[in-house]
């Protein structure tokens, strides 16, 4: 089988980097089938300590969070095939790759999201030879790629900068790399004063 993959065949922000800082805004071809009311633009700056989130909504509705690096707990990669009835049909997938921050307190801030064509997959009750054409020559986006570098960037981003603040003196404990908690050492009860007699 023979495989291609094509920028047009999939959808997904426009990421530059520039002066160790990470930019991802969503992409053109959005912002205008959208008529421009819809916009998101992601900043990480490792040397600031924090991952800046701008949403831009029906044009007038801005909200802007910051996010310190030392909250964030993991960068989570998930995938998801959006193609309906894809456990019993015979089609390509429909990709979709969304990085999300956890953050310590468990709660997910979703960054972006890369939706494409992907692999063909026969999970019908026809046998593959029947969709031999299918098989020979397989067209995909570039969704897998673009998305997977976006996570490796980020994520190495955020550890550098923890591993920065953890080497300064009166640095927080290594839990925001996302390591179970430090337990507190035990403390024992103070013994009690001497009645005087």
């Given amino acids: 089988m023979s495989s291609f993959a094509f920028s047009f065949l999939s959808t997904g922000p426009r990421v530059t980097r520039e002066d160790n800082r ?6 053109l071809f959005v912002r205008i089938l959208s008529l421009f009311s819809w916009n998101k633009e992601v900043l990480a700056c490792p040397r600031e300590g924090k991952v800046m989130v701008n949403r831009t909504a029906l044009w007038v509705f801005h909200k802007r969070t910051e996010i310190p690096l030392t909250q964030i707990r993991e960068i989570n990669y998930k995938y998801a095939n959006l193609l309906p009835f894809s456990s019993v049909t015979a089609a ?32 019908s009750l026809w046998p593959d030879w029947c969709y031999w054409d ?64």
């Fill in 22 to 27: 990470l930019h991802a805004q969503t992409s």
């Fill in 92 to 123: 390509d997938a429909v990709d979709c790759y969304t990085i999300l921050l956890e953050l310590q307190d468990r709660r997910e801030i979703k960054l972006f999201s890369w939706i494409g064509a992907g692999e063909f997959e026969n999970n």
């Fill in 134 to 197: 299918e098989y020979l020559v397989d067209m995909q986006g570039t969704q897998t790629s673009e998305s997977m570098m976006f996570y490796e960037l980020i994520r190495g981003m955020w550890k550098e900068a923890a591993d920065n603040s953890f080497s300064r003196p009166g640095s927080p404990p290594p839990q925001a790399y996302g390591a179970p908690p430090a337990q507190k050492p035990a403390v024992r009860p103070a013994p009690p004063p001497p009645q005087a007699r």
